[in-house]
């Protein structure tokens, strides 16, 4: 830092690095792009402090400005894109560049030389696909080369950076989902897209830029959460008591719309109670007065309901219902019974003519028996015997066929007793039928009559007796009502306590934010003009860059130089220490079109006033089209100098396919 002798005026812009600081937390020593390993094809030497990648435009020293000329395509962002490679982001370029790239750099390599709080870190990354990376402190980059069978990863670096830098606790932090995201939003901010064209302060990563960042999925809210964190505004705590103010208003949403139901059902259900005990709404008074009047009158209702009318007595109709019931399964039972035998004296009949058929027969075969035959000459057996006949010897079976005759004629005998049963049965059960329907019919019609006139008693009783088990569900229903409205209460006391506790957070950030303010402000004077004054503040709708001359002013060049003014503030108060972040800083072509060229060149030169003589504790990189002032062209300012042609000046020393 250039010492000014007390009787100066002091600058506008100062800055008071911690003692003992003599280099940047994080810096970029050396990169390198290699077409194979040891064979380079382009090395950049950096420092800290400020560095400038030109890539001059012809029109400003009166040259030609046609196709082959321009001072673009020369290769600035894809330098600033492989050095947030090289730092940890996962791709270089777009997808059609990267194939481009990968075709003609097919064993390529870039490298990087990171210096972290003095240690050296050689990074080796693959420009091609399919080979492993390299993150290694302590080694130079060219000799991981010899190392291609034990790639490392990037984890070892973005640990030490996370952990060395950003710290676990801010780390923790950050709205990101995966591990080393925390430096990964980081390194968004600190290397802005060009695409961005610096137009909000929270303008990170454009989708264009296919960098794959974490950035591009966060919502701004979330954006502004990690740029607080990363600036010391704001504390695990704070967010642990915005987490529980946050949850307690979900909840308290939540109550108020039960609430809000809850009320509505009751109001609901409290008119079609009056409307079903025949009420007038003005007579019932509102809230929850009208319950006591709601039941007194559904008492009233029941009582006259519960009436029964003079000669009519319906306190046994269950029994009535039974009776009948009974009755009718009695008439069923005797039809049943007749028809079964009724079925069944045809079948009897006819069967005992069967047997009556068969009795002359078997007596004629008895009758044979007795005085038997010869079945061959049908000479009578016993004149047979008498004459000597030597043709017949056998005798019937008589005793057989008698069995056979007697136990015909019991059959015979028991179908005629069981037909006689079954027509005295038949007698039986018409004679018992016609009273049973007559008992039946008499009970139908008891139970009829008794049911219609206890229809209109039923109906309304019914009618009341609801109505009182809504009013039971009314007051309970008040009650929840009750304690939704209570419960919502209770949150807001909670919500006002914990918004109370915040008071402390909002001071500590006012005074980040103060601090914030007074080196924007700073930049600010210096850059536009003593007249000029900025102020960045943080409020509802996120942080805000202003700045006054003569009025607010806002137009596209503003809004840019309050972007790049503001991340030169925050570089100078990591360069104090007190904030998360290194103070290293990337702008891709930051100068907008209609941005005058003298505030441009001042603005650089106010970030020149911050380098000490022999040790600066930042690292700004700078790539331009437009030409730096006259005092930076030159070594150690100037870095690179690039040209769009031939194709030997570009960043890559040659033509992509």
Same mark, same amino acid.
């Given at each position: ?14 800055? =008071?690095? %911690? ?38 435009? %012809? ?17 600035? &962002? $894809?330098? +600033? ?71 490392? *990863?990037?984890?070892? $670096?973005?640990?030490?950076?996370? =952990? ?25 901010? $600190? ?23 974490? &950035? ?7 954006? @502004? ?23 307690? !208003? ?9 609430? *809000?139901?809850?009320?509505?059902? +009751? ?106 035959? #010869?079945?061959? #000459? ?9 004459? *000597? #006949? ?12 008698? !069995? ?22 038949? &007698? ?30 039923? =109906? ?22 009750? @304690? ?9 006391? @909670? ?59 806002? &137009?596209? !060049? ?18 104090? *220490?007190? =904030? ?22 001042? $603005? ?22 437009? @030409? ?30």
């Amino acid at each position: 830092m250039q010492e000014q002798p007390e009787l100066f005026e002091r600058p506008a812009l100062w800055v =008071t690095p %911690p003692a003992g600081a003599k280099q940047p937390a994080l810096w970029v020593r050396r990169l390198t792009i290699w077409k194979e390993p040891h064979l380079p094809v382009r090395t950049v030497e950096l420092r800290p402090g400020l560095n400038f990648v030109w890539s001059p435009d %012809p029109a400003d020293f009166g040259g030609r400005n046609d196709a082959g000329a321009l001072g673009h395509g020369a290769g600035k &962002t $894809l330098f +600033c894109r492989l050095l947030r490679y090289c730092l940890g982001e996962d791709q270089f370029a777009p997808e059609d560049q990267r194939l481009s790239i990968s075709a003609e750099f097919l064993n390529g390599w870039v490298s990087a030389e990171v210096v972290l709080n003095g240690t050296p870190w050689g990074v080796l990354r693959p420009l091609g696909v399919g080979r492993g990376h390299f993150a290694v402190a302590n080694v130079l980059p060219e000799q991981l080369f010899d190392r291609q069978n034990e790639p490392t *990863g990037m984890a070892p $670096l973005l640990n030490a950076i996370e =952990t060395q830098v950003l710290t676990p606790q801010v780390a923790a932090l950050m709205p990101v989902d995966h591990p080393h995201d925390a430096w990964r939003v980081a390194l968004a901010w $600190l290397t802005r897209d060009q695409e961005c064209r610096f137009d909000h302060v929270l303008d990170w990563r454009a989708a264009e830029s296919a960098s794959e960042s974490p &950035t591009r999925s966060m919502s701004r809210s979330r954006l @502004q959460e990690a740029l607080r964190g990363l600036i010391a505004a704001i504390s695990p705590e704070e967010i642990e008591l915005q987490q529980a103010i946050a949850s307690k !208003a979900e909840a308290h949403k939540a109550k108020t719309l039960e609430a *809000g139901r809850r009320q509505w059902a +009751c109001e609901r259900l409290r008119l079609e109670i009056i409307r079903n005990l025949d009420l007038v709404p003005t007579d019932v008074p509102e809230g929850r007065l009208c319950i006591g009047v709601l039941r007194q009158a559904a008492s009233q209702k029941l009582a006259q309901a519960s009436k029964v009318s003079p000669g009519v007595d319906v306190s046994n109709l269950g029994e009535l219902r039974q009776r009948w019931r009974d009755s009718e399964q009695r008439v069923s039972e005797l039809e049943k019974q007749l028809a079964v035998q009724e079925a069944s004296l045809p079948i009897r009949e006819e069967l005992l003519r069967q047997y009556q058929s068969e009795l002359p027969a078997s007596s004629a075969r008895v009758r044979g028996a007795e005085v038997p035959a #010869c079945q061959i #000459c049908e000479v009578p057996i016993d004149r047979v015997l008498a004459q *000597g #006949c030597k043709l017949s010897h056998k005798l019937p079976d008589f005793d057989g066929l008698r !069995a056979r005759h007697d136990a015909l004629v019991a059959q015979i005998d028991e179908a005629k007793k069981a037909i006689g049963d079954v027509r005295v049965e038949i &007698t039986l059960l018409k004679q018992q039928l016609p009273p049973a329907r007559s008992a039946r019919d008499s009970l139908r019609q008891a139970l009829n009559k008794a049911e219609k006139l206890n229809e209109g008693r039923s =109906t309304s009783w019914f009618k009341v007796t609801r109505s009182l088990d809504d009013i039971k569900r009314l007051a309970r229903d008040w009650d929840d009502w009750d @304690q939704a409205l209570s419960a919502a209460a209770k949150l807001v006391t @909670q919500m006002e306590d914990k918004r109370d506790r915040m008071v402390a957070f909002r001071e500590q950030q006012g005074l980040v934010f103060d601090r914030l303010s007074n080196y924007f402000d700073a930049v600010i004077r210096t850059v536009v003009g003593p007249m000029a004054s900025g102020r960045v503040s943080l409020d509802g709708n996120g942080v805000k860059l202003a700045v006054q001359l003569g009025g607010e002013r806002s &137009t596209a !060049a503003i809004e840019s130089l309050k972007v790049i003014a503001f991340d030169i503030a925050v570089m100078c108060m990591s360069m104090e *220490g007190t =904030t998360h972040l290194p103070a290293f800083l990337v702008h891709d072509s930051p100068r907008e079109a209609d941005l005058g060229l003298s505030v441009y060149h001042r $603005l650089f030169s106010t970030v020149a006033t911050l380098e000490a003589q022999e040790n600066s504790v930042f690292q700004y990189i700078v790539t331009t089209t437009t @030409q730096p002032p006259a005092q930076f062209q030159k070594q150690p300012w100037l870095r690179l100098e690039l040209r769009g042609s031939p194709s030997t000046e570009r960043l890559l020393r040659c033509d992509l396919p």
